[in-house]
């Protein structure tokens, strides 16, 4: 396990050219001609009674590497980073190419308002997992009507 420092703070700018998408459950698609760079990781979004858990696939880099942050009203995560091609610079002919390094970001729109101060990450085998604790719902208050 190891911390993950939460900024409240708008989601960061995506490099110029680049826009994050939302979680869909449709496949990635690969920019055309095989080119490497912005890539958005496998992700699971599901809810618990408890929690809302997002689990992102993102082998190959050192949990320092990766960027968790929440916007101020705690309705979306967004975890972003780098990974390296081991392999850049040196002579080489890819016959497959699958595995996607460069720049990745993900943006998560959260069903509910989750307890900021309860949310905790890990990063193991290759899989982020962030536990968004959800907001105990608003009791009403009762009023006691005036009386004539």
């Known amino acids: 396990m190891f911390n993950v420092a939460f900024v409240v703070a708008p989601p960061p700018e995506p490099p110029a050219g680049w826009t994050i998408r939302r979680v869909t459950l449709r496949p990635q698609r690969r920019p055309a001609g095989g080119a ?12 618990t009674p408890e929690s809302v858990v997002v689990r992102m696939e993102i082998a190959g ?6 960027e968790v942050a929440l916007s101020n009203d705690g ?5 972003s980073g780098r990974r390296e091609d ?17 720049w990745f970001a993900r943006q998560v729109n959260l069903p509910q308002s989750i307890d900021l101060e309860a949310v905790s990450a890990s990063y193991s085998d290759g899989f ?8 105990a719902p608003e009791q009403p208050r009762a009023r006691n009507a005036p009386t004539e």
């Open 36 to 47: 490497r760079g912005f890539f958005e990781p496998p992700t699971d979004v599901y809810e």
């Open 61 to 66: 880099l050192p949990p320092e590497g990766l």
């Open 75 to 79: 309705r979306v995560l967004t975890v």
């Open 86 to 102: 081991p392999g850049a610079g040196s002579p080489r002919k890819y016959y497959t190419l699958e595995i996607e390094c460069g």
């Open 128 to 135: 982020l997992e962030v536990i968004l604790p959800k907001r």
